[in-house]
């Protein structure tokens, strides 16, 4: 039974196993680089017999998030021992706390910018990715995204994402080339099966706005009375490693403000199984009146809440809205 990732990760393994083997040839006193050669041959010995990605006690298949984070694993959660439970643990609240300290800094003033957001992981980490960038121009960069997958290796993409946002604004690039650029290192960084949806704005001084929407839920600009949809203007994040990207501009007055959201929560759903939706959302955001960043986050919260009442919630939440202040 082949799993999913195999064709992603043999090459990876691969180059894994010529890299060790050069390392165990020149330290042959090494035992540990041994035993990891061991262990990555055994993996691709498994994707030859077709066992890969299967629990060798059970033989059902391993949770796909564990094997892409470590594709060397053989058990599956419910067959670790003790010991490697209590390892578990403590390495997911360490990746909690790590995840929870890169965060934006809650309410973030700039540039005539007011922000606010909610976090909410589905587990003890999230895929989901949120940031506030501010540039000594005094412009305001905001970002959403949602990474595939969920648990341990959609956070290490997630802070992938980060670190490579936060390395390119400082070139002061065009919004568009930004992206491009951000897309292709994610997309030659990673396996063919990871992608990302993603909203990348630059809110200037002058209240002028530029988006890029790389296939992610649109946005809603908000004003009093209205909801406008903005749409999304290009392909997924890492899908193809040279693809384009348009950008879309806006104008967002003193008093108005830009609502974005993962599918967290256009595609919540209540204990009968009916989704959240975005005409909700959109509804919803119709009866805003130019209250603050958090209070607007707290009424679609409320919202939600009402909604799901008893029903869990199984994805990830991440909730941003970026305000432009009013005179005085």
Known sequence: MATYFDDGLRTHLVTRQQKLQSAV???PGRSDLAFLLYEVDAALSRMDLGSFGLCEVCHEPI????LAADPLVRFCLDHLTAPQQRALEQDLDLAARIQS???????????GW???FHFQPAGPVSGDYCDFIPTEDGSLFFILGDVSGKGVAASMLMVHLQATFRTLIPMGLPLRELVERASRVFCESTLPTHYASLVCGRAAVSGEVEICNAGHPPPLLLRRGEALTIEPTGMLLGAFCDEQFATSRLRVGPGEAILLYTDGLS???NEGGRMYGTERIRELALGWQGSPPHALIELCLADLTEFRKDARSGDDLTIMAVCRSAPG
Request: no cysteine; charged share 35%; hydrophobic share 40%.
């Open 25 to 27: 040839a020149s330290f």
């Open 63 to 66: 949770e796909r998030e564990r």
């Open 101 to 111: 300290a890169l965060l934006p800094k809650a309410g973030l003033v700039h540039g």
């Open 114 to 116: 007011r922000t606010a």
């Open 267 to 269: 595609e919540a759903r």
